[in-house]
């Protein structure tokens, strides 16, 4: 179990981060169209999956924005940015910000959560997602996690852009 601070105040997490070197967890998660998306949906594709509290806030709406941008220099990676937000929700913000090269999914009616050890269990956040950035190569296995613990903070944009252009898997644990 992790933690994950806010306002100076630290939160349990629920569930276990896996490891580099490990197989991702399976996932199911709902689409902006209402559709049910799995990580075999995404097969023979490397991953960029960038998971956050909720996408009405500044810093999980930049990084939504910033993977969507280097998305685009990525043709064979999709971008899944995951959190509990609702599937219209995601809808509104990826429209009126012309989100078009990357994917947002809810998690909100899974176990995602739980399975990826972000599941954040108690404060005022409780229930939703705490911050991570996690790259999968074409095999599923991941090659880099950084769990940002500062719900505050913007992760690591560079660190795991460079991964996805090494073949070198790597991990940040927490904010550096």
Request: one cysteine or more; proline letters at 4%; charged letters at 25%.
């Amino acid at each position: 179990m992790g933690v994950c601070t806010f306002q100076g105040r630290e939160f349990q997490i629920e569930g276990q981060l896996p490891e580099v070197g490990s197989k991702a967890p399976d996932f199911k998660l709902v689409a902006s169209n209402l559709a049910e998306v799995t990580l075999k949906s995404y097969a023979k594709k490397r991953k960029v999956i960038n998971v956050f509290p909720s996408i009405d806030t500044s810093v999980c709406a930049k990084s939504v924005q910033r993977f969507n941008t280097e998305a685009a220099l990525h043709q064979d990676v999709a971008i899944l940015n995951v959190s509990m937000d609702l599937p219209f929700a995601h809808k509104r913000f990826c429209g009126a910000e012309g989100i078009t090269r990357s994917e947002a999914l809810s998690a909100f009616r899974s176990q995602f959560g739980c399975d990826w050890g972000l599941l954040i269990k108690e404060g005022p956040l409780e229930g939703l997602l705490s911050r991570a950035v996690f790259v999968l190569d074409k095999n599923d296995d991941i090659l880099y996690i950084e769990h940002v613990t500062e719900i505050k903070n913007e992760p690591n944009y560079d660190a795991a852009l460079k991964v996805l252009q090494s073949t070198k898997p790597g991990v940040v644990a927490k904010d550096e």
